[in-house]
Each structure stands twice: as C-alpha cells, then as structure tokens.
C-alpha cells in the first residue's frame, strides 16, 4: 500500500518533523514521540541512561506535574507507554479523538519542560534496577545483548540498551538532566499523529507546543559504521533448559537501496514455514525446534537475525546447516517462484500493518526518525524491484567472502546441565 | 455481523472494506478444558496444520506462501481455533487450504514423533521464564488434577503418552459440522464465503455433540508453595477463588482488575512501583473462563523486599472490601476499559477472534457489546461487596525465591 494521499510531512521552524496522516475510519488517534537518542549515544559512564530519562519523564512536567501525563491518559481511555532502542527513544499514546488535543499538549510538555523531581528519581531507581534484575533472568534478553556485543565491535550499537545497575544506582540528577538536554532538542525529534483528526488544526496545535522548544547544538553524532569483522561464534554456558542462538551478519544501512533487498532476502532465507531454514532445518532435517529470521533496519549498520532454538547436542550441526544454506545461495541462488512468494507475503503483511492507527504512527517516526522517511513512500515499489540476481547478490555482498563461503556470527546460550531449579 | 449455517456449519460472517484484507478462523469448543490428556489439544492442532493427505509439509508450507497467507493456532482452555489470514483476493485459495488441513490431515507417525519433541522442548522452556515457572505452580495447585492445572501444550509425561489414535480421535471429536464454527471477517462478500465454504468444508463429517465432561474443581485452602528458583529476582504470585464469566460479579472483577492492574494509574502500580520503588512488573489478572477462574496478583521483586511488599498486596485487595471505591476513581476506570476495549478491536484479527471465542463458548457473540455495558454499570457499592465476597478468603500464595548460594553465577 503506498502512503496515501492523506499523509503529510512538515519541518517545523525549530527543526522538529511531524508526520499527519487523517483516517477518520474510526474515532481514535495515535501520537508518536520519537527523539533520536539511545544506547548509541552512551559513553560507558552513562550507561542506561537513555532508558532511565525515558521512565522519569512519566513522573511530571511544568504544566502536568507527578503522574497526571499517564493519569489523564489512562482516565479518558487512553494506553500509554514508551520504549527505548539503540538509537530512539519512543513515546506513544493511542486514544480516543476527543482526547488528541490534550495528548499532544501533554506530550510536548513532559518532552521540554520535565521536572525530574529529586525524590522520584531516587524511588525510580529501584524501579529500573528490578528491571534490569528481569533482563538478565530472561535468556531472550542475554542472548540479544551477547550477540550484538559479538557482530558490533568497533560502532556505538554494541552498546547495551538496559545499561547497568551501577550507573542506575548512582547517576546524578544533574548529570541526568544534562544528558536530556543535550538530546532532547527539535531538531533530533519527530512527532507522527494518525486517526480521526483535522489535519491542518493539528499543525497549528503541533506549532504551538512541539514548535515552541528551543532549537538547541546538535551533539556529535555517535560512530555507528561498523567495518566488516571477521565472523565468531561467542558460547555461553547458563542455566537455561535447552540451546537459544542467535546468528547473523551485517547489513545495509538505512540509506542503501540494499534495505528492501535486505527483506526480501531474509524473508526468503527464514521469514516462514516455507523460507530455506525452517525447511530445511526444521521440517528436513528436524535439527531445531524454531528458526526464523528478519532484517533490521537501522540509521547505520543494520542486521540480518537468524534465531534458532535446539536440543544443545545438535550445536555444531545448525551452525553448519545454516552456513550451508546461505553457502547455497550465494552460489545457486533463488528461484523465481521463492521471489514472488517473499514480494507476496511482504505486500500482504504491509497491508495487515496498516490496520491500527497505533501501527501507522509507530511505523512513520521510527522510519523517519533514523534517516530513512522515504521508505514510507517507496516500500512496496522498493520491494516490488527486486530481482532474483539481486537476492543472490545480497548474500554475497553482506554474508560470504570473497571465496563464497558464509560469514556468520552467533551467540549461544547452552545447557549448563546442573539440573532442574526449583520444585520440578 | 450476520450469522448463518451451511451444510449444517455455523458460519459468522462480518464485512469490512477497509483493507483487502480477510481473516477465516475455524473454531472449536472442545479444547484443552475438555481434555483427559494433557496437551492433545495442542498437538492435535499442531499437526493437523503440518500436512494433509493432499499436501505433504513442505507442499503445505509452499501453498501457504505462494498466496501470501499465514496460517496458525490459537490454544485456550475453553476454545481453540485454526485460522488464515490473507489478502482478500486470495479467500477462496487460503480457505481450500484451511478446510484441507481441518478434513484431510496426514497424521503421519514420523511428523507426530518430531512435533511431540517440539512442544515437550516448549514445556521445558517454560521453566526459563520466572512469571511462567509462578503461574504453572500456581495453576498445578489451584486446579488441582484438573485438565486446567495443566499448561495448554500440556506437561512432560501426558505429552509422551500421547498416541496417533489419539490424536485421530480427538480431532473426529473436536472438528465436525456440529462443533465448529467459522468466522469470516474481511473484505469478502457474503456469496463469496457461501460459495467458498459449499465447495471446500462440504466433505467435513457431521459428527455429534458430546455431553460436556463436568469438572470437580476443588476447594482452595490458604496455601503457600515456596519454589527456589534459579532467578536473581524474586517473584510473588497470590491468588483468590473467582467465578466465570456467566457469574453477576464477572464484570465487577474485570472493573477491580482494571483497579489495581493493567494501567500507570492502577492503585497496584501506584502503591508498589511509584511510591516504594519495590518493582517494574507488578499487576493483576482475572482469567476469563467458562467454568471457574480465579484473581491473582503478582510482581517481580528483590527477595530481601517479599515480605513488605505482600503485607502491601493483602492491604491493596482488602481495602476494596472497608473503603468504598469514589465514583470518580470508578468512572476513570470504566473510561480506560472501555477506551482499550476499542483500540484492541482495530483489527480484523482481535475482532475475528472475540466474536468466535464469545459464540463458542455459548455466550454468544453479541456477548462483546453487553461485555461493555455490564462494566459501565458496575457500581461502588459492587466492587465493595465483590471484594468482600472473594478477597477475605483463603489465598493460594506462589513465591519464587533466588536459591540461597547460587554455585555459579546468574545467565549474566
């Protein structure tokens, strides 16, 4: 589906990006806050500092002080909440059309004048200490960090978004404020309004909120090119139930045309039942319990995932399988019918993303926010040019060497085999 | 919304323009409730979605592909659905497919060995998730030698005695003109899905409705199951007897739930995580079922703060029942229930999905609109007197607790 003829972008004088899209199919709105700033932009001494700023802006702004930004949210029907990345940090609110003046109003308080009470953020501490405690129970969350650590050495996307326990702990409330400040400025931020509004009272409402923060220095953008590495296995042993990996490679970057290739090609490789690897090594040779896979587009050096879940003795097996699958490729490459199957199923789940308004805003500013707003308008026809030369040329370019061989990363989570926990 | 029968299917039928886009769910109600062996719900519709008697399974999985569609399961106690969804011009190819894996599936031997693997290794898996390991603790004990004290993929050794006879049977059991029920929601016109389901599901077998089997569920004592886990955090899990859905004080316990959980600006959230920093993930649940439920809260926590934090939970819950809720605090609940009750229903997919699961569960599916209208008129003085009713009864106490010297460090 391209975007439609209802969609609208504008700069605002201070720099800021808004994305208005009118759908009056149903009474609600969805806005979307994304500022560019998140564990790339961390020194080691901050690290998880994005993070925390994202939970203390819910504790009160000049006009909307302790928690009345989720209160009135939550009071007229409203869902709010916000997430944190390598490279943004999102704030989203999905509502009721009556609610949307206010919501935006609220939103461009907290994101310019928070009060970062000193007692709040004290308490919130504990509050993002258990946090972290639950990332590194969870073997998914372990595994995401191990592995980037492992395919990103020299770019600022190594760094762990959860951040650590003694920077929580210990972070000054000055340093906490100069951190958002220094990032928190129009010219790094992006604001996507979907549903049932008045687009052109919308901009003069953004105008009057969003438009009114100061322009500030942009800070020095972080490094996150990452030259080609050579491929490793990172293995750790923990105590979890059965192998949990994680594989894959580097890919393009948000500004290649590589991107649409880049999902096609995953899709094709794992993006379902049918894919190479849930054939082969799932249903052919039955070697793991799952395996998908998916690329990940991002400002700069993105990555081809490949998740597999198996029976630990099966390790040196899949790892090799999976080289063998992308080996295939590289040298025999797709045929036209696994081509027009991957360009289908990506039509088809496009369409089915563009079912909530809630969708449509998070799509546009996370598109827009890390460089690539074009996509929006180009996707499908991106998709659509893809040739089955070009898959073959993909793998070649970004996940073989010059020999043709498959240049794989992975980190796995073994088995430490000291028995079952607890009263199983 | 128009519900219809052909060939004796019942067929639910709900058009939308919107999108070319279109859902057809099959569901059933004999489902892991009705279950005498843990887990053959689930591995029932696991294979059965592998490979049909036309269609070997890479055949099947290419056939899906090739018209863009996707096809998966849904498992509940109370019901169970296989579904497609595809673009709208592909309905009639993705609804062939579906009536193929529902009429002719291969059953074959080899495939059920693989797929009983699978689910046994995802049984397994549920012990690496510390919310997972309290609930199915706590669902063992509460439900006790019940099929609904069982996780849906069921556990280790029901999984293993699970054989292709029973498979074969339970499918000829649960999927007949007499159970199922079809939901089409999309951009498809009526005489499409009339056309669609004469021509593909007109070879399903009649079957016939069978009593449904009658629970003795047993009568929960306080009780406290302490596991030692192999966690950094701790976690607490505690839980009230609570009726089903048909029961006059469901729509009471939703609106508490709503209360105390589920929101920034629930009385759990507020007292717990943002005025004593005691937790990230603190809130309630209410199960919806047919037969009997139950009221839990729950957190993630450090250990050394589980004694205060339950003292905190038992104060929350037991207030409801001395101080009555104000109508301000009630009304801003009401206005977040039913604000998320109309963003949840965006998709075709959710929308599909509560429809089907209201209509075969016998509540009907207009059972959704009354669902709203009953919270809306949940008053203070209900909450005041559900929480008496339930919450100064025993409760069923989960805790998961770090192990006291772990001999190596954590996943970390």
């Not at chain 1, 990006?17 to 500022?35: G, H, T």
């Not at chain 2, 055949?59 to 659905?81: H, N, R």
């Not at chain 2, 609570?242 to 105390?260: Q, R």
């Not at chain 2, 209201?358 to 559900?386: F, M, N, S, W």
Request: glycine share 6%; charged share 25%; with cysteine.
């Amino acid at each position: 589906m391209k975007m439609n003829k209802n969609i609208n972008k504008v700069v605002l004088k201070n720099g800021l990006q808004v994305i208005i899209e009118k759908d009056a199919s149903c009474p609600l709105v969805s806005v979307a806050v994304f500022v560019r700033v998140g564990a790339v932009d961390e020194s080691v001494e901050v690290s998880g500092l994005s993070h925390f700023v994202e939970h203390l802006l819910f504790k009160g702004s000049k006009n909307f002080p302790q928690d009345s930004l989720s209160r009135n949210v939550e009071n007229s029907g409203g869902y709010i909440n916000a997430a944190t990345s390598k490279e943004y940090t999102c704030y989203y609110i999905n509502t009721q059309k009556s609610a949307c003046t206010d919501t935006i109003k609220m939103l461009a308080d907290i994101t310019q004048n928070p009060n970062f009470p000193a007692d709040e953020i004290e308490k919130e501490r504990g509050v993002v200490l258990e946090e972290i405690a639950r990332h590194f129970d969870d073997p998914h969350s372990v595994l995401f960090d191990m592995f980037t650590q492992t395919l990103y050495k020299k770019s600022a996307y190594k760094n762990s978004i959860i951040g650590t326990a003694k920077v929580i702990k210990n972070v000054s409330r000055e340093k906490i404020i100069e951190y958002f400040k220094t990032h928190y400025i129009p010219q790094k931020m992006t604001v996507a309004v979907v549903g049932d509004i008045n687009p052109q009272k919308i901009k003069e409402l953004l105008n009057q909120t969003f438009g009114k923060i100061s322009k500030g220095i942009i800070p020095k953008s972080p490094q996150i090119t990452e030259p080609k590495t050579t491929p490793k296995t990172l293995t750790k042993k923990a105590r979890v139930e059965h192998a949990y990996m994680l594989s894959g490679f580097l890919g393009p970057c948000v500004q290649s045309p590589d991107i649409y290739t880049a999902d096609v090609a995953m899709y094709i490789l794992g993006g379902s039942r049918a894919s190479r690897l849930y054939s082969r090594l799932r249903d052919g040779l039955r070697l793991v319990y799952s395996i998908s896979g998916s690329f990940m587009s991002v400002k700069g050096t993105g990555t081809a995932y490949i998740s597999s879940a198996f029976n630990p003795k099966n390790k040196t097996k899949v790892i090799k399988a999976i080289n063998a699958e992308v080996e295939n490729i590289i040298k025999n490459g797709i045929t036209p019918e696994e081509l027009f199957r991957a360009k289908l199923s990506i039509k088809t789940d496009w369409n089915f993303l563009h079912e909530t308004f809630s969708e449509r805003a998070y799509n546009a500013g996370y598109w827009n926010v890390i460089g690539g707003s074009s996509v929006l308008t180009n996707y499908l026809s991106g998709i659509e040019r893809i040739s089955v030369g070009d898959v073959k040329a993909f793998f070649k370019k970004y996940a073989g060497t010059p020999k043709g061989a498959a240049k794989i990363s992975s980190a796995v989570l073994l088995p430490d085999n000291r028995g079952k926990s607890g009263n199983f | 919304m128009e519900i219809f029968k052909v060939n004796g299917i019942k067929i639910l039928y709900k058009q939308n323009k919107k999108l070319p886009i279109v859902w057809a769910r099959v569901f059933t109600g004999v489902a892991a409730g009705r279950e005498d062996t843990a887990g053959i719900a689930n591995l029932c519709a696991r294979i059965m979605s592998k490979s049909t008697l036309k269609r070997n399974v890479a055949q099947l999985s290419k056939d899906i592909d090739s018209i863009g569609a996707s096809l998966e399961t849904d498992m509940d106690y109370d019901f169970s659905a296989i579904s497609i969804s595809s673009l709208s011009n592909y309905f009639s190819q993705s609804l062939e497919i579906l009536a193929d894996v529902i009429i002719n599936p291969a059953f074959n031997e080899s495939e059920i060995e693989f797929e009983k693997k699978n689910v046994l290794a995802s049984i397994s898996a549920r012990r690496d998730s510390i919310s997972k390991t309290a609930r199915d603790a706590f669902a063992r004990e509460y439900f006790n030698r019940t099929p609904f004290a069982n996780p849906i993929a069921g556990n280790i050794e029901s999984v293993k005695s699970i054989s292709k006879e029973n498979i074969k049977n339970w499918r000829a059991k649960a999927y007949n003109a007499r159970e199922i029920l079809i939901v089409v929601a999309g951009n498809v016109s009526k005489a499409e899905v009339k056309v669609a389901v004469e021509k593909y599901f007109s070879a399903l077998p009649k079957g016939k409705v069978l009593p449904i089997p009658k629970t003795n569920f047993p009568k929960l004592s306080g009780k406290r199951v302490n596991i030692s886990g192999k966690f950094s955090q701790a976690y607490i899990l505690k839980g009230y007897t609570a009726p089903d859905i048909k029961n006059e004080n469901f729509a009471t316990l939703k609106v508490i739930t709503a209360l105390l959980g589920s929101r920034m600006s629930a009385r759990l959230f507020v007292e717990l995580r943002e005025k004593l920093g005691l937790a990230y993930e603190v809130n309630a649940l209410y199960p919806t079922f047919v037969n009997k439920s139950y009221f839990g809260v729950y957190m993630g926590l450090d250990k050394k703060n589980v004694g205060l934090a339950e003292r905190k939970m038992e104060e929350i819950l037991k207030d409801l029942g001395i101080n009555k809720v104000s109508r301000a605090e009630l009304k801003n609940v009401q206005n977040y229930i039913s604000g998320v009750y109309l963003l949840d229903r965006q998709t075709l997919g959710r929308q599909s999905y509560y429809l089907g699961w209201r209509e075969i569960t016998g509540l009907g599916y207009k059972y959704d609109e009354k669902y709203l209208k009953q919270i809306l008129k949940v008053t203070p003085q209900d909450i005041y007197k559900a929480a008496k009713k339930y919450f100064n009864n025993p409760a069923l106490t989960v805790t998961v607790m770090p192990e006291e010297k772990p001999k190596t460090a954590k996943l970390k």
